[in-house]
T-cell receptor, first 113, second 113 residues
Framework: GDSVTQMEGPVTLSEEAFLTINCTYTATGYPSLFWYVQYPGEGLQLLLKATKADDKGSNKGFEATYRKETTSFHLEKGSVQVSDSAVYFCALREIQGAQKLVFGQGTRLTINP | DTAVSQTPKYLVTQMGNDKSIKCEQNLGHDTMYWYKQDSKKFLKIMFSYNNKELIINETVPNRFSPKSPDKAHLNLHINSLELGDSAVYFC????????????FGQGTRLTVV
């Protein structure tokens, strides 16, 4: 089946540092790709998405570009804040069958002031 | 207005008991899901319903039984609870389709003692 692999966490950065969280996928065809964020004690919230190759999703200063050549959807932010501390999940929606959402294992990000 | 709401938020119970978690969405979506998140934050889909019809039933013990009385509700009943059932359970909803994102509830933290 389709799968998503994220970089191992936890990731710890200082405020205003540049952030990259790597995400690669294995899938049949070209699925839609998503980044979700989970703040402590809360459910998952959609951060951004891209539905076709070369699309760039962006929100709240975060960006990710759908790269079909490298089957990747890396999350980036130019200057992180303490409030960005959370767990980040990369996901894809299968294009066949029940079209379920498949998640990566999550990457915990901690930003220190 | 909460889009996807689940109750209770916390559930502590003894081994062998039977418990239910309720979920409701007011987004008009036609598809609802149950996910289980373990202590390492890994998310795994358990069930999905589309228009009250079961479309995803992953390898889950048959002690877990979902019920969807209508499109807006998806409940999860668990019989004979075991220690290993302790986790956070998330309800989610979406419109069917390969490009759609899912909206998540706040989660129910189940602790079996």
């Amino acid at each position: 089946g389709d799968s998503v692999t994220q970089m191992e966490g936890p990731v710890t950065l200082s405020e205003e540092a540049f952030l990259t969280i790597n995400c690669t996928y294995t899938a049949t065809g070209y699925p839609s790709l998503f980044w979700y964020v989970q703040y402590p004690g809360e459910g998952l919230q959609l951060l951004l998405k891209a539905t076709k190759a070369d699309d760039k999703g962006s929100n709240k200063g975060f960006e990710a570009t759908y790269r079909k050549e490298t089957t990747s959807f890396h999350l980036e932010k130019g200057s992180v804040q303490v409030s960005d501390s959370a767990v980040y999940f990369c996901a894809l929606r299968e294009i066949q069958g029940a079209q379920k959402l498949v998640f990566g294992q999550g990457t915990r990000l901690t930003i220190n002031p | 207005d909460t889009a996807v709401s689940q109750t209770p938020k916390y559930l502590v119970t003894q081994m062998g008991n039977d418990k239910s978690i309720k979920c409701e969405q007011n987004l008009g979506h036609d598809t609802m899901y149950w996910y289980k998140q373990d202590s390492k934050k890994f998310l795994k889909i358990m069930f999905s319903y589309n228009n009250k019809e079961l479309i995803i039933n992953e390898t889950v013990p048959n002690r877990f039984s979902p019920k969807s009385p209508d499109k807006a509700h998806l409940n999860l009943h668990i019989n004979s609870l075991e220690l290993g059932d302790s986790a956070v359970y998330f309800c989610a909803s979406s419109q069917a389709g390969r490009n759609t994102e899912a909206f998540f509830g706040q989660g129910t933290r189940l602790t079996v003692v």
